[in-house]
């Protein structure tokens, strides 16, 4: 009965003291009400961008502007913020499609990087981007979603420590 009781301390003290879970999805984003800024230059079959002004769903930074830079000759593509990059990935495929006088390119990204602050780790799921261009070259809208996996919540690891102690309880009675 008095290991139960321990455990149980201790586990209420390790649920109090643990932090909330993070965020699970982020996406960059722009057009609609969020004008997109920036080009997308095509080279044969690929396609590359210097900078498309996008901004985030995440918590205290949607106001933020971001840059989404790529090349698909090359697979690479980040986030980046004031110069710094913020996320950085891997284009493991792209394809382009034209309709109405813009071009979709879908681009399937396993991003690899994502900053401290953000928390969690990277999926491991790739994740499909779209990035629609006009005619002349324009970003005309972008989706860019990146999964993060989260972080087990406080609550979660109660139910859990609940579980052990009903199952340590019983044993000990069964015992007795």
Not at 27 to 33: E, L, N, Q, T
């Amino acid at each position: 009965m008095k290991r139960t009781l321990v455990f149980s301390v201790f586990l209420i003290m390790a649920v109090l003291a643990s932090s909330p879970a993070k965020a699970d999805n982020i996406d960059f984003a722009c057009g609609g009400s969020i004008t997109c800024t920036g080009t997308v230059v095509a080279n044969g079959g690929n396609f590359s961008s210097t900078g498309i002004g996008v901004t985030s769903n995440i918590s205290g930074e949607s106001a933020d502007t971001f840059s989404l830079i790529f090349d698909t000759s090359t697979g690479s593509i980040q986030i980046q913020e004031n110069g710094v990059v913020d996320f950085a990935g891997t284009i493991t495929s792209f394809t382009p499609s034209s309709s109405g006088g813009l071009t979709q390119l879908n681009l399937v990204v396993n991003w690899t990087t994502i900053p401290g602050d953000v928390g969690g780790n990277i999926g491991t799921t790739p994740l499909s981007s779209v990035i629609s261009i006009t005619s002349s070259g324009s970003a005309f809208s972008v989706d860019v979603p990146i999964l993060t996996s989260t972080v087990p919540e406080p609550s979660s690891l109660l139910l859990l420590g609940a579980g052990f102690l009903l199952l340590g309880t019983k044993r000990l009675f069964a015992l007795g």
